[in-house]
């Protein structure tokens, strides 16, 4: 069995090692034997059909100059997302997958609306430990670390990832915390994610697995004694 994922634009947004994100992915499949053709996508790089497609977040600059090279491949991505194609973004790569980020003073930034949402720079930055109550996966926390003044609504068929616990999620009013549409999902929390939540990281995995053989494959149980550790001293906590 194998998966084929694509890192978008990791040398611009891969804010708070997000690329660990991958590094798990990765490993995830390689400890079940599960091969993973891997492609970085670079400014100026095609963008070809992949399973997995996953993009991390960073400083309002490098959004822009992502937002512009992503916007060029919109309608791929949107028929890859029809097609049951899995993405996961992370704070300004998830802003990204909405309908736009207005960032201060600054030009907005169209994004590729996989997801029905939009994204406005808020006066203050949300900075903390988070942790979100989500029915999508089991155990049903998932717990990060967020640092965004944007504040996302979304709308629509979209819907909440999570809600929050503690923490702000999304815009700090509404309780909720990331977004689904499909299989594409979009969260704040960095820390890096899925580390930290190695449930969600396999539930990506079988969705990856589904889009590319059109059956479910349940996963061989890890050894996930350190996740799981990490991912509990997480729960609860608040900055
Ligand atoms: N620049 C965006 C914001 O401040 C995203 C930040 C991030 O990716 N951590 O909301």
């Not at 949107?78 to 980020?101: M, N, P, T």
């Not at 994004?111 to 155990?139: H, M, Q, W």
Request: hydrophobic share 35%; with cysteine.
């Amino acid at each position: 069995m194998k998966i084929s994922i694509a890192h978008l634009y990791p040398k611009l947004l891969n804010l708070y090692g997000d690329i660990g994100n991958i590094i798990t992915l990765k490993k995830r499949c390689e400890w079940r034997g599960i091969e993973v053709e891997f492609e970085e996508i670079n400014i100026g790089d095609k963008i070809t059909s992949h399973d997995l497609y996953f993009i991390g977040g960073g400083q309002d600059k490098q959004q822009e100059d992502v937002a512009h090279e992503l916007y060029k491949n919109k309608e791929f991505l949107l028929s890859e997302r029809d097609l049951g194609a899995v993405f996961l973004g992370i704070c300004g790569g998830y802003q990204l997958f909405g309908h736009y980020y207005q960032p201060h003073d600054k030009e907005k930034l169209l994004g590729i609306s996989l997801l029905d949402a939009y994204t406005v720079a808020g006066k203050k930055r949300f900075i903390g430990n988070v942790t979100a109550k989500t029915d999508i996966v089991e155990p049903n926390t998932l717990v990060g670390f967020e640092n965004h003044s944007g504040l996302t609504y979304i709308q629509g068929e979209t819907t909440p990832l999570a809600y929050v616990e503690t923490g702000h999620g999304n815009n700090g009013k509404d309780k909720t915390e990331g977004a689904r549409y499909k299989n594409v999902f979009g969260t704040y929390l960095h820390g890096s994610f899925l580390p930290k939540n190695p449930h969600f990281a396999d539930f990506l995995i079988e969705l990856a697995l589904f889009r590319r053989y059109g059956r479910k494959f349940p996963l061989e149980q890890l050894n996930d004694g350190f996740e799981n550790k990490a991912h509990e001293v997480l729960v609860g906590k608040s900055y």
